[in-house]
């Protein structure tokens, strides 16, 4: 038995802290003929699910004109596509409203990130 709290102790010291952060999402508000999300597809959609960013806060995708998924929680709507909501535990805590370019979503997402406590070196 004694084995087995110290396997089960090493093992939860060795988890990252970014997989203790599993409440943490990004979510895009996107929308069909939107040619920014079309640009975020084709440069970062592929990617970021290999990505720190990806695995801290994995992309959950919503259709701008659909209602929002219960248990989510935004300061103030979504007028524009594509939006990138960053929620913890459904709720907003930082937003990039447009596709800025691969090289300024990564730097802004990597803020939005270390405002919401979870430290990752950026990506792009």
Known sequence: M???FLLVLAVTLLISPLALRA???????????????????????GIYPKTQE????????VDIHETLPDGISLKRPLYYTPTFVLLDNGHEVGRIE?????DFFWGLLGVMLRDAGVQVETSG
């Not at 990806?54 to 995708?61: D, E, H, I, N, T």
């Not at 447009?98 to 691969?102: D, K, T």
């Open 2 to 4: 004694r084995h087995l």
């Open 98 to 102: 447009g596709y800025p370019g691969e």
């Open 23 to 45: 409440e943490m999402a990004l979510l895009m508000a996107e929308e069909d003929g939107c040619m920014w999300c079309a640009r975020w597809d084709s440069e970062i959609s």
């Open 54 to 61: 990806g695995v801290a806060a994995p992309l959950r995708r």
